[in-house]
């Protein structure tokens, strides 16, 4: 029992000894309650290159850890069938074409009828007008018995004659213009073969398009997820790309420090990997509501409190110039100023790699 009792005050001890160390390791000389400190590691913003459509990858043009560009040309998915569905698209937009431009002759050919039936129109009530006089003439005539009845008959069924040629010739001429009307018809409708064709077409251009893997935006390939031949779903993930401009330390603070923490409020880092240097950040992100602090993170105190994630933004010109030194996932500890009239200390001040 004594043994026991005194191999928990060691280990009692033992705890003590390494939170003092801790304590010290986070808490630089001359650092008083106007500051306040967080673990974490950093992150940045990952982009998934995925493919849109179902299909076969083809070749994959990067390697783990390759600088990449935005607009790059990442990996090419196979298109074969794509290119068959292009080409029978332009077939097809090809035959709408040539349907528009057969309807249109129609709609010519339709207009002809009507002039040519206009044309009737014209001499037959040129006719009608002459059997018309030649009838009243011979209707005076008969009359004072210059003439036969026979004659007057005869005029009378020229007149009639003529005027049925007139009804007939204007009915050619309705015919004509409805035929007008049937023909533009298909003209519209080639024409919406046409639209139909083109859209098809472009449809099927972007889907080739869409199977170039491009980068959108400039960053560093991180992993691999599939390789040249495999066979994805729509979405199937090809790359992963970490954009190194936009870097963070992703660290947490308790409820009793949050609330005085301003976005934008200065930030002093220091990474485990590299504690020689301190790195300026700012906060670009507090988290509204509390959540428990995740696995990955120690912190000195209160490990099983509610804790509120925070986000401390490394500038871009430092990335852009240190873009080959920028790592994620590297642990650091991350330093903000509570009191605006505290003055940070010299093991504090700015020293970045040059």
């Given at each position: 029992?004594?043994?026991?009792?005194?191999?928990?005050?060691?280990?009692a001890?033992?705890?003590?000894v390494m939170?003092v160390?801790?304590g010290?390791?986070?808490?630089?000389?001359?650092l008083g309650?106007?500051?306040v400190?967080?673990?974490?590691?950093?992150?940045a913003?990952?982009v998934?290159?995925a493919?849109?459509?179902a299909?076969?990858?083809?070749?994959i043009?990067?390697?783990e850890?390759?600088f990449?560009?935005a607009?790059?040309?990442l990996a090419?998915?196979q298109?074969?069938?794509?290119?068959?569905?292009?080409?029978?698209?332009?077939?097809?937009?090809?035959?709408a074409?040539?349907?528009?431009?057969s309807?249109e002759?129609?709609v010519a050919?339709?207009?002809?009828?009507?002039?040519?039936?206009?044309?009737?129109?014209a001499q037959r009530?040129a006719?009608?007008?002459?059997?018309?006089?030649r009838?009243?003439?011979?209707k005076e005539l008969?009359?004072s018995?210059a003439?036969?009845?026979?004659?007057?008959?005869d005029d009378?069924?020229?007149?009639?004659?003529?005027?049925?040629?007139?009804?007939?010739a204007q009915?050619?001429?309705?015919?004509?213009?409805?035929?007008?009307?049937?023909?533009?018809?298909?003209?519209?409708?080639?024409n919406?073969?046409?639209?139909?064709?083109?859209?098809?077409a472009?449809?099927?251009?972007?889907?080739?398009l869409?199977c170039?893997?491009k980068s959108?935006r400039?960053?560093?390939?991180q992993?691999?997820?599939a390789q040249a031949?495999e066979?994805?779903?729509?979405g199937?993930k090809v790359?992963?790309l970490?954009d190194?401009s936009d870097?963070y330390?992703?660290?947490?603070?308790?409820?009793?420090a949050?609330?005085?923490?301003?976005l934008?409020?200065?930030?002093?880092?220091?990474?485990?990997?590299?504690?020689?240097?301190v790195?300026?950040a700012?906060v670009?992100y507090v988290?509204s509501?509390?959540?428990f602090?995740?696995?990955?993170?120690?912190t000195?105190?209160e490990r099983q409190k509610l804790?509120?994630?925070v986000?401390?933004?490394?500038?871009?010109p430092l990335l852009q110039?240190?873009?080959?030194?920028?790592?994620?996932?590297v642990?650091?500890?991350?330093?903000l100023?509570?009191d605006?009239k505290?003055?940070?200390?010299?093991n504090l001040a700015i020293?970045?790699?040059q």
């Amino acid at each position: 029992m004594i043994k026991d009792h005194r191999g928990m005050l060691a280990t009692a001890a033992t705890v003590v000894v390494m939170a003092v160390v801790l304590g010290l390791k986070l808490s630089p000389a001359g650092l008083g309650a106007g500051f306040v400190s967080g673990n974490g590691r950093v992150e940045a913003t990952e982009v998934d290159i995925a493919t849109k459509l179902a299909g076969r990858v083809q070749t994959i043009l990067v390697d783990e850890g390759d600088f990449v560009q935005a607009g790059q040309l990442l990996a090419q998915m196979q298109v074969d069938v794509l290119n068959a569905q292009h080409d029978a698209a332009k077939a097809q937009l090809q035959q709408a074409i040539t349907a528009v431009a057969s309807a249109e002759a129609q709609v010519a050919a339709r207009q002809s009828d009507v002039a040519a039936a206009q044309a009737a129109t014209a001499q037959r009530q040129a006719e009608l007008g002459a059997a018309k006089s030649r009838f009243l003439r011979t209707k005076e005539l008969s009359a004072s018995g210059a003439i036969s009845l026979q004659d007057h008959d005869d005029d009378l069924a020229r007149l009639h004659g003529a005027e049925a040629a007139v009804t007939a010739a204007q009915a050619q001429v309705a015919a004509a213009q409805a035929a007008i009307k049937a023909a533009e018809a298909q003209v519209i409708g080639a024409n919406a073969a046409v639209t139909a064709s083109k859209a098809t077409a472009a449809s099927i251009e972007a889907d080739i398009l869409d199977c170039q893997l491009k980068s959108p935006r400039d960053g560093r390939v991180q992993y691999r997820v599939a390789q040249a031949g495999e066979v994805l779903a729509p979405g199937g993930k090809v790359l992963n790309l970490v954009d190194l401009s936009d870097v963070y330390l992703t660290f947490f603070l308790p409820e009793t420090a949050v609330g005085k923490v301003a976005l934008g409020s200065e930030v002093r880092v220091i990474l485990d990997a590299a504690p020689q240097y301190v790195i300026p950040a700012q906060v670009s992100y507090v988290a509204s509501v509390a959540q428990f602090t995740p696995k990955t993170v120690e912190t000195a105190t209160e490990r099983q409190k509610l804790m509120f994630r925070v986000k401390a933004q490394f500038g871009r010109p430092l990335l852009q110039k240190n873009l080959k030194l920028v790592k994620t996932g590297v642990p650091g500890v991350a330093w903000l100023k509570l009191d605006a009239k505290a003055e940070w200390p010299e093991n504090l001040a700015i020293k970045v790699p040059q």
